[in-house]
């Protein structure tokens, strides 16, 4: 059964948890419609990659983005101190997605980039090194310093209302008119 939406605001209330609420709160994150990336790096024994939306940027000067990272993940405690990649997702992707999501598909094709690996064939990729790590609750909000990048044409990969969906790429260049 797909759940009514409330026309009332669910009230915040610190401390005061149920599962209900907590449905409702994640509901209510849903409606924000985000893109889709991977996190790319080499932990101390393994390589690792995790899916995420939570990407966003944060500084032109110095370049900065932003992922924030569940502390029940294995990537979690890894993350800490080291150069990840960024890689965002190109809407035919969403295998690559679900494969760092928990439901592992064929091995993907890595790139060895200087500061951290990334992934072949993605829409856009941002090479960082460490910057800052703050307490986010039950998350860790990583920040980078982006050291390199680059993207190519295409449609995007986009996550709204728990499912994917896929943004059509806009005029090319426009970024070269604003
Ligand atoms: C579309 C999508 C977005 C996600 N966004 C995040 C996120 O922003 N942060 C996070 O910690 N997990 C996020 N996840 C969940 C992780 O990808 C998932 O828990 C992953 O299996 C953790 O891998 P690990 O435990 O091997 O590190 C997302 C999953 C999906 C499918």
């Given at each position: 059964?797909i759940?009514k939406?409330?026309t009332?605001p ?16 994640r509901g209510?994150l849903?409606?924000f ?5 991977i996190v790319t790096?080499?932990g101390?024994t393994?390589?690792?990659g995790?899916?995420v939306n939570?990407?966003?940027s944060?500084s032109?000067?110095?370049?900065l983005?932003?992922v924030?990272?569940a502390?029940?993940t294995?990537?979690h ?7 990840f990649t ?16 928990g ?5 993907p ?23 800052a790590?703050?307490d ?14 680059n993207?190519?044409?295409?449609d995007?990969?986009a996550?709204a209302n728990?499912?994917f969906t896929?943004?059509?790429e806009s005029?090319l260049g426009?970024?070269d008119?604003l």
């Open positions: 059964m759940a939406p409330r009332e669910v009230p915040v209330v610190p401390g005061r948890t149920s599962a209900p609420r907590d449905h409702h709160f209510s849903g409606r419609a985000t893109g889709v990336a790096f080499d101390v393994k390589r690792h995790i899916t939570s990407f966003t944060v032109m000067d110095p370049p983005v932003l924030s990272i502390r029940t294995r990537a405690n890894e993350l800490a101190g080291r150069p960024v890689n965002i997702l190109g809407a035919e992707q969403r295998q690559l997605a679900m494969h760092f999501a439901r592992p598909g064929p091995e094709r890595w790139v060895e980039g200087e500061t951290a690996p990334r992934l072949s064939s993605v829409l856009a990729y941002f090479e960082c090194k460490p910057w790590a703050y986010g609750g039950d998350h860790t909000l990583y920040i980078g310093e982006v050291v390199d990048f993207y190519r044409n295409g995007a990969l996550f728990s499912t896929t943004i059509p005029q426009m970024e008119l």
